[in-house]
């Protein structure tokens, strides 16, 4: 996977692969939104090229060393379809919205469950530590 660190000022690392797409990590700084995973997502991770975003449903995730509230959703469309799991993880200085991508399914939600099986997403979760 590329690593890319504060690509933006909100965003503290992104990661895809193989290069670009259609596997990817971002952690964005959501200290300043409601602590609410849909405001999250559809205020951080939506790409500006995809024109809206389909969210799914609620899910618990086993991750970092907590169960974590999160959603399922997907942007983009044809081969920038992107499977998506975001959760939010509150910190004492402050909030962040981890999201996770996979490459999508036409007309298909897929799970949380199934992005975290992903071995890369599995081997960049189990590396990361948020503080």
């Keep these: 996977m590329e690593l890319r ?54 899910e618990h995730a086993d991750i970092l060393d907590a169960r974590q509230p999160g959603m399922t959703f997907k ?6 379809l992107r499977a998506c799991f975001g959760f939010l993880v509150k910190r004492p200085a402050g909030t962040a919205l981890v999201a996770l991508a996979v490459r999508g399914i036409e007309n298909e939600m897929v799970s949380g469950a199934e992005v975290l099986s992903n071995s890369m997403i599995a081997k960049a979760i189990a590396t990361l530590e948020i503080i």
């Design 5 to 58: 660190t504060f690509v933006l000022e909100d965003l503290y690392i992104a990661m895809s692969g193989p290069p670009g797409a259609p596997i990817g990590v971002a952690v964005w700084d959501c200290t300043r939104l409601p602590f609410d995973i849909e405001t999250a997502i559809r205020s951080k991770h939506v790409p500006p090229w995809a024109k809206e975003v389909t969210l799914g449903h609620l």
């Design 75 to 80: 942007t983009g469309g044809g081969i920038a």
